[in-house]
């Protein structure tokens, strides 16, 4: 069990346990045990989250350059992290699709479907409010 005060001033104790609960949830923070405890005790950002919950954020510098394609006929837009490369596809629902690399147990693209019909319908919200 490791322990650590937050930000907050509240002690947290992560267990074996909850580690393997959140990693499960959150896959690619599984090899980032250590960066999420500095960022409980030593965040760059609180922000209250639902429920009043306070979330603990670190804006983490990422040497791995977006790439982006959009499909203008299928209304599809692609972001890669790095070089698009193999890996699974997760539908995420209401026309996302993260693209997981599961040997490295992290995120390395996102599909969204539909972009331009999103766009339109979202302007026309902010328009009619």
Known sequence: MRTIRAASGATVRLTEERWRHVSSRHPEVMSMEGQVLETLGNPD???????????????????????????AEADVLYIAVGAPRPALSVDLGEGMVARYDAERKEVVGLTVIGLRARLVEGLALRESA
Do not use: F
């Not at 950002?45 to 979330?55: F, H, I, K, P, S």
């Not at 510098?61 to 977006?66: F, I, Q, V, Y």
């Open 45 to 71: 950002v609180v922000q209250e989250g639902d429920g009043g919950v306070l979330l603990a954020l670190r804006i983490l510098e990422n040497p791995a350059a977006l790439t982006w394609e959009y499909d």
